[in-house]
T-cell receptor
Framework: GAGVSQTPSNKVTEKGKYVELRCDPI?????LYWYRQSLGQGPEFLIY????????DSGLPNDRFFAVRPEGSVSTLKIQRTERGDSAVYLC??????????????FGPGTRLTVL | QQPVQSPQAVILREGEDAVINCSSSKALYSVHWYRQKHGEAPVFLMILLKGGEQKGHEKISASFNEKKQQSSLYLTASQLSYSGTYFCGTYSGNTGKLIFGQGTTLQVKP
């Protein structure tokens, strides 16, 4: 079946603008995760969803970042008043279950966000 | 707490072996290993579970030392396709939060 997909693959915006990044998980996966990866670093946890609800949003850096998953499938990461420091690759992953240390997370190709 | 990986970078010739280590200061439930090639998504390699056995996949295997809270990834008879950055991700509780190390870059030369 299809893997995790993310759109757009690249997004260039200006400082202060609003952006939305979309993630479409593997069908049937209840858990969805967002990570941010800066150059030369490992993925940094942002938030994860169990179904429609955010189970852990402790990684969101500040209140400019928000994510939703209204129907328990597709998720959107929203960033308000973008700053140059937000530039990174935003990765999405999904797993069959949530909150289980034995479950494999499958990653999408990421969205490269550049804030000018 | 982010796990620490060592070494940061490795350069090998085809056919040589390598070991990548991942250490945590917290008690671990599981360790997940991924490989990422430049510009691509991280690809899952294997999971090491607390109390579980050493896992293996062809010439890539791994171990998990619960007492030391450390996992090691073993790459034997390396191939050009093994080049990339290897990340370990750790769960220190059943929280769903996977914390990744900073990565080890492996370059295999002909």
């Amino acid at each position: 079946g299809a893997g995790v997909s993310q759109t757009p693959s690249n997004k260039v915006t200006e400082k202060g603008k609003y952006v939305e990044l979309r993630c479409d998980p593997i069908s049937g996966h209840t858990a969805l995760y967002w990570y941010r990866q800066s150059l030369g670093q490992g993925p940094e946890f942002l938030i994860y969803f169990q179904g429609t609800g955010a189970a852990d949003d402790s990684g969101l850096p500040n209140d400019r970042f928000f994510a939703v998953r209204p129907e328990g499938s597709v998720s959107t990461l929203k960033i308000q008043r973008t700053e140059r420091g937000d530039s990174a690759v935003y990765l999405c992953a999904s797993s069959l279950h949530a909150g289980i240390s034995t479950d494999t997370q499958y990653f999408g190709p990421g969205t490269r966000l550049t804030v000018l | 707490q982010q796990p620490v990986q060592s070494p940061q970078a490795v350069i090998l010739r085809e056919g040589e072996d390598a070991v990548i280590n991942c250490s945590s200061s917290k008690a671990l439930y599981s360790v997940h290993w991924y490989r990422q090639k430049h510009g691509e998504a991280p690809v899952f390699l294997m999971i090491l579970l607390k109390g579980g056995e050493q896992k293996g996949h062809e010439k890539i295997s791994a171990s998990f030392n619960e007492k030391k809270q450390q996992s090691s990834l073993y790459l034997t008879a390396s191939q050009l396709s093994y080049s990339g950055t290897y990340f370990c991700g750790t769960y220190s509780g059943n929280t769903g939060k996977l914390i990744f190390g900073q990565g080890t870059t492996l370059q295999v030369k002909p």
